[in-house]
């Protein structure tokens, strides 16, 4: 059920192949509202007593909705701070660098021996909270064991894993790392463009980390370390092998296109 997304201030859920949002409770509250004011129109005694057992039901309905509300709403303000400390302890780790380089050591020990330790000791304090109310959480960014073991991959994605595993076993390093390079590249590009585009996105309180993360110096140089090794290991090969390694570059570049259409379509397709 996933519950990262929200529209009209409530978190997106899914039920079989529904999307809607709000607390499960949510839909039924509705409905029950409505037989409610059907029923205040009514004058026997059999409506009369379905309305009072409606209001009864209705009555506690609200309130644990309200109390998973308000549950939703803490849980969702201590992701965000916890999301903060983290984009503030890299923008420290950052000035400290910048700082070093331009010969501030002033600036820099104050902000490597104060800013730094104080910020790292918030973070500890909020992760702490976060996780001793995991067990009954409402919000979370990871899947349960018991989700795994009952997920089925779609077949699109199965299809991109085997094709992938298959050209890397049967070939020789240089096939392996050329199988992993449009993913590892492509998420760099991707994320290149969306902050560009909205530079936002890298205070998203569920995928900032991850923009952060995919636009970096330290993920921009292991990508070129990649693609420097390969080019490396590419020196001695014939025509008909880097023939092959750009198809195989090219069939993995397909198949990822096709699994973000299988995300988008929700596997519908």
């Not at 903060?84 to 820099?108: F, G, H, T, V």
């Not at 969306?194 to 330290?218: I, K, Q, T, W």
Request: aromatic content about 8%; charged content about 30%.
């Amino acid at each position: 059920m996933a519950k990262t997304l929200e529209y009209k201030g409530h978190p997106l859920q899914r039920k079989d192949n529904i999307i809607y949002y709000g607390d499960m409770s949510d839909s039924h509250i509705i409905q029950l509202q409505i037989e409610e004011e059907s029923l205040k129109k009514e004058e026997d005694e059999l409506s009369k007593s379905r309305l009072a057992q409606i209001q009864k039901e209705l009555a506690e309905e609200q309130d644990s909705f309200n109390a998973k509300k308000a549950q939703w709403e803490n849980e969702k303000n201590a992701i965000g701070r916890v999301q903060q400390l983290r984009e503030r302890i890299e923008q420290i780790n950052r000035d400290i660098e910048s700082a070093e380089q331009s010969y501030d050591l002033e600036k820099a020990a104050k902000l490597k021996y104060g800013d730094l330790p104080e910020a790292k000791k918030q973070l500890e304090q909020e992760e702490k909270l976060a996780q001793s109310g995991k067990e009954t959480s409402l919000l979370r960014n990871k899947v349960t064991e018991e989700e795994i073991a009952d997920a089925r991959p779609h077949i699109d994605n199965s299809a991109y894993s085997h094709y992938m595993l298959c050209e890397a076993q049967a070939g020789d390093v240089l096939t392996g790392l050329v199988t992993l390079l449009n993913c590892s590249w492509s998420y760099a590009y991707i994320a290149e463009q969306m902050v560009e585009r909205c530079p936002s996105a890298l205070h998203d309180e569920n995928y900032g980390a991850r923009f952060a993360g995919y636009v970096s110096e330290e993920y921009r140089q292991t990508n070129q370390a990649l693609i420097d090794r390969i080019d490396a290991l590419a020196e001695v090969i014939d025509e008909k092998k880097a023939q092959r390694l750009c198809e195989i570059f090219e069939n993995c570049c397909l198949f990822d296109l096709r699994f973000w259409d299988m995300v988008y379509t929700m596997g519908e397709n």
